[in-house]
Nanobody
Framework: QVQLVESGGGLVQAGGSLRLSCAAS????????MGWYRQAPGKQRELVAT???????HYADSVKGRITISRDNAKNTVDLQMHSLKPEDTAVYFC???????????????????WGQGTQVTVSS
C-alpha cells in the first residue's frame, strides 16, 4: 500500500520553468528506481527521466539539458526541475516508483510498481 502524489503542474509560457514534486507514503522498502513519465493527448506514455537509489540518472533525448531529476532517499521523494519548456512538453506527468523488497527464496527479490495520479503541465506558445 504505497501512494504517490504529484504536485507542481500548471500553465507556463514557452521558455518558462516548472518544478514537479512527488511524495510517497505507505510501507516502503526501497524505491529503485524512481522516475517521471508523461503522456500527451492522443499519444502513448513515455519516459522522461529516472533516478536510482544510488542517484544515477537517465533522461529522454527530448529533454536532455532542460530537465533535472533529483531524489531524497530518506524522504522517498523525487522532483523534476524543468526549464526552457516547449509546447511539445505539454502532457500529464506521472510519478513512478519501483519498490524492491527481499523475497522468501534464496537470492530472490520482488519488485512492485507504483504510479501517481498525474499532474497536468501545459506550455503555451
Amino acid at each position: 500500500q504505497v501512494q504517490l502524489v504529484e504536485s507542481g503542474g500548471g500553465l507556463v509560457q514557452a521558455g518558462g520553468s516548472l518544478r514537479l514534486s512527488c511524495a510517497a507514503s505507505g510501507i516502503i522498502f526501497s524505491f529503485d528506481p524512481m522516475g517521471w513519465y508523461r503522456q500527451a493527448p492522443g499519444k502513448q506514455r513515455e519516459l522522461v527521466a529516472t533516478i536510482t537509489s544510488g542517484y544515477r540518472t537517465h533522461y529522454a533525448d527530448s529533454v536532455k539539458g532542460r530537465i533535472t531529476i533529483s531524489r531524497d532517499n530518506a524522504k522517498n521523494t523525487v522532483d523534476l526541475q524543468m526549464h526552457s519548456l516547449k509546447p511539445e512538453d505539454t502532457a500529464v506527468y506521472f510519478c513512478h516508483a519501483v519498490d524492491v523488497v527481499p523475497g522468501g527464496a534464496r537470492g530472490s527479490q520482488s519488485e512492485y510498481d507504483y504510479w501517481g495520479q498525474g499532474t497536468q503541465v501545459t506550455v503555451s506558445s
